[in-house]
């Protein structure tokens, strides 16, 4: 089993920056990609960006290309979304899972392993 834990959320003016962190725990392997997702209110969840085991391959949603970065920590199993320029409408739950691999990471029900969700408030 892995212990997925996301923190870093919070309320952020329009334009701001905010850095979420997530930390796998348990029985991981530096193989497993790790992905961000997120949910807004009355919409499905949808894929955020990921980045494969080894950090080698990365992967965004068009709406946050060129304004989020995924990072990561590959022996001490953690992944980081650096959110710059936020806008309103990536105001969601945003949730890190873990336990797929670096051709499936796009996908969500590819992953096993998921935390709670972590919400993030972007004010107008």
């Known amino acids: 089993q892995v212990n997925v834990v996301e923190s870093g959320g919070g309320l952020v003016q329009a334009g701001g920056s905010l850095r979420l962190s997530c930390a796998a725990s348990?029985?991981?392997?530096?193989?497993?990609?790790m992905g961000w997702f997120r949910q807004a209110p009355g919409k499905e969840r949808e894929f955020v960006a990921a980045?494969?085991?080894?950090?080698?391959?990365?992967r965004y949603a068009d709406s946050v290309k060129g304004r989020f970065t995924i990072s990561r920590d590959t022996a001490n199993n953690t992944a980081d979304l650096q959110m710059n320029n936020l806008k309103p409408e990536d105001t969601a739950v945003y949730y890190c899972?873990?336990?797929?691999?670096?051709?499936?990471?796009?996908?969500?029900?590819?992953?096993?392993?998921w935390g709670r969700g972590t919400q993030v408030t972007v004010s107008s």
């Open positions: 980045i494969s085991g080894g950090g080698g391959s990365t």
């Open positions: 899972a873990t336990g797929t691999t670096a051709q499936a990471m796009g996908v969500m029900k590819s992953y096993p392993f």
């Open positions: 348990g029985h991981t392997y530096r193989t497993y990609a």
